[in-house]
């Protein structure tokens, strides 16, 4: 199973159509190729390097366990649980709540809102490749997806629905049966098997190509100069790249980051290193201008104002400041290009639906 | 004569301790792209003896912070840049799992022997 097929199964675009747009994809680019060699006008510092294609092109597989290898009837089944409000104590939660497709598979609030309207004190993250991540949740106390899955279920803050009355509730209802038979042949509605397919959905929701991937790819055109050299900026000048780098854009690391706002003590609470006291896991830039309010606490509400915390080196919090954090002094036009460059990682529109839920 | 009894227990104790210090060994881990290196091989696991030192050489543009919250030992070598070289010395037998804080991807464990 190839992972365009099963991005496919979640994602609602046919095989065919998306074969078919991977190989006129392809030829964009080869016809690229074959034009920019015999173009005088290349502007040196304008194009990716080989090693700007080895770090940030596109893994060829997406990571998964042998435990739960994906399969369309896994991904398939994961979307209905991860859209279906009886996961919640509540009935009226659902992970998509919080994590919704429509704003970047995140809520576009400072900080989560979960059962009975309570505001809790974490953002919700995008899942939006949590697949490539090795930890998970701000504070990085989960290393798999399958374990991360059943957290906020059972939270008392977030969906307050015990297991020993969610997995009977499923269990009653026929058609999960089946879908669970289906993914899981003999293993029945359990703990596990929900996790798992929870887990093999999320996996799925993987960036699609952006305006940077196809520079990288050597098309022309597609990225603007001032992007091209925001790029530039991140990877030099403002030392985006001691944390956000690679693929995802993430060291899959753990910074205080000098958030004025911040009262959390963090990954400390897993790991009481010093250096981990107000730290929170760096995260994925992929889409990023689409999941305002930022950080871990929501105190920003634009990337202008990301740029701007990053320039003046981070805030005073619990004197705990990340030793890559430094004043960057940019000028006005490399934060505008700057901010070009993380635009420019938006991926093509997902086209996602809203799957119709068994009913009892 | 249990005076002299004594006094040569006393020099074989010293002698012993003498041959452990003058056999210590020191090994060098750098950390680079993420990752624990021995001569020039990514590894998760070494052996050593005790009473050998490891210094732990940042080689990456970025800061680590290597620690061990092991029964056998405990220590926060607290962040470094590259170029930085910290080290710690195991006395005694036992294993350690030696994490970078920042980067908990970066994992090994000492043997000691």
Known sequence: ?360 | MIYVNLKRFGIAVAAITLSATANAADYTITQSNKAFVKDSQQIEQMSIKAGDTIHFKNEDPFFHNIFSLSDLKTFDLGSYPAGESKSVTFDSPGEAEIECAIHPEMYMVIEVQ
């Open chain 1, 1 to 360: 199973m190839t992972m365009s097929s099963l991005v496919a199964a979640s994602q609602t675009s046919s095989f065919m159509t998306r074969k078919l747009l991977k190989t006129l994809g392809y030829m964009a680019i080869g016809m690229s190729v074959v034009l920019g060699a015999g173009s005088a006008v290349a502007k040196s510092g304008m194009q990716a390097t080989s090693e700007d294609m080895d770090k940030y092109l596109r893994p060829a597989e997406i990571p998964q366990p042998r435990s739960n290898m994906m399969t369309p009837e896994r991904v398939e089944l994961g979307k209905l649980l991860f859209f279906d409000p009886r996961l919640s104590g509540s009935n009226f939660i659902s992970c998509a709540t919080c994590h919704n497709p429509a704003m970047g598979w995140s809520d576009a609030q400072p900080t989560a809102i979960g059962h009975g309207m309570g505001v809790l004190h974490r953002a919700t993250p995008t899942i939006l490749n949590t697949a490539y991540q090795r930890f998970q949740l701000w504070d990085g106390r989960e290393r798999t997806l399958e374990k991360q899955a059943l957290g906020p279920i059972q939270a008392g803050g977030e969906m307050a629905q015990p297991l020993d009355s969610l997995l009977p509730e499923l269990q009653d209802i026929p058609d999960y049966v089946k879908l669970f038979e289906a993914a899981y042949p003999g293993e029945g509605i359990t703990e596990d098997t929900l996790a798992k397919a929870l887990a093999s959905f999320e996996r799925s929701i993987v960036s699609t190509d952006s305006a940077f991937d196809r520079w990288l790819k050597g098309v022309d055109g597609v990225m603007s100069d001032s992007a091209i050299r925001g790029f530039g900026v991140f990877k030099g000048k403002a030392n985006c790249t001691a944390c956000h780098d690679g693929f995802n854009f993430t060291d899959n690391g753990f910074h205080n980051i000098g958030l004025s706002d911040n009262k959390d003590m963090g990954r400390y609470t897993i790991k009481p290193i010093k250096v981990l006291k107000g730290a929170f896991k760096t995260p994925t830039l992929r889409d990023v201008a689409t999941t305002p309010p930022y950080m871990h606490n929501g105190q920003y509400h634009t990337l202008e104002e990301v740029i701007e915390h990053y320039d003046r080196g981070g805030d005073k919090n619990m004197g705990n400041l990340d030793p890559n954090m430094k004043k960057l002094n940019l000028s006005k036009k490399e934060k505008a290009d700057l901010l070009a460059f993380l635009k420019a990682l938006t991926g093509d529109t997902m086209d996602i639906t809203i799957p119709l839920l068994p009913i009892k």
